[in-house]
């Protein structure tokens, strides 16, 4: 029965996705009532992904291999910080934008699991006279991997929104909304879509962090043995 509901809300979310990339004028009555009957079960089902689970193990199975590099955050707390993004952004009305983006993984007690996730994206206006940089973080104080057949709903991922126009002020918090809190089910599938695009790239960002460390001891050992 529980395996039932990962496919069926697997199958209900790529569904979903697909209609909603269309826009809502112009649809069949018969279509929007499906559309409306898959939101329901969505809801119902709730909006676990066994991808997000599996990478939050992973992640938590690979964190110790990263201990040399642990730091303290600004409230103290250990955690791996990791670049996952960074660049340029140009909208289509012409907007530029320098973006980067970072991951905290903040280890549990228990090991080989994670206590929480932190994400951050800052983008900051390339021209133009007036200095902004906003930062958007997402924060998933639960990254669980439960297994036997059952995924985490996601349900307490929290997203923040900040600006500053002045570096030496820092920022200052528009506003915060809970996974729970948002109204539309488009948006609750956009923001658990954007946060798995940014699990794969910290994984990736991790185990090349991890083949780094693995290459430099390998080179120091090699040094270690020149005795000619």
Known sequence: MIKRKIIASILTGLILTAVETYSQEGLKPSVKMLQTQLTKNYENIGYGDYELDEMHRKLGLLVPGLKSR?????????????????????????????????????????????????????????????????????????????????????DDIMLSYYET????????????????????????????????NYLRKTVFALERNITDIELSKVTELLYMLEFE
Do not use: W
């Not at 320098?98 to 800052?122: D, Q, R, T, W």
């Not at 900051?124 to 104080?141: C, D, F, H, I, M």
């Not at 030496?168 to 946060?195: C, P, Q, V, W």
């Open 165 to 196: 126009t002045n570096s030496s002020n820092g920022f200052n918090k528009i506003r915060e909304t809970k996974f729970n809190d948002i109204d539309r089910h488009d948006r609750k599938i956009k923001l658990i879509s954007a946060y798995k």
């Open 70 to 154: 642990m730091i303290k955050d600004d409230n103290g707390e250990d955690c791996i910080k990791l670049e996952i993004t960074s660049g340029e952004s140009v909208k289509s009305d012409g907007s530029h934008y320098l973006i980067s983006g970072f991951a905290y993984l903040y280890p549990a007690s228990e090991n080989g699991k994670l206590k929480k996730i932190v994400m951050e994206y800052f983008r900051q206006n390339a021209s133009g006279v007036t200095y902004k940089v906003e930062k958007r973080q997402l924060a998933n104080p639960s990254p669980d991997f439960r297994g036997d057949n059952t995924v985490d709903s996601n």
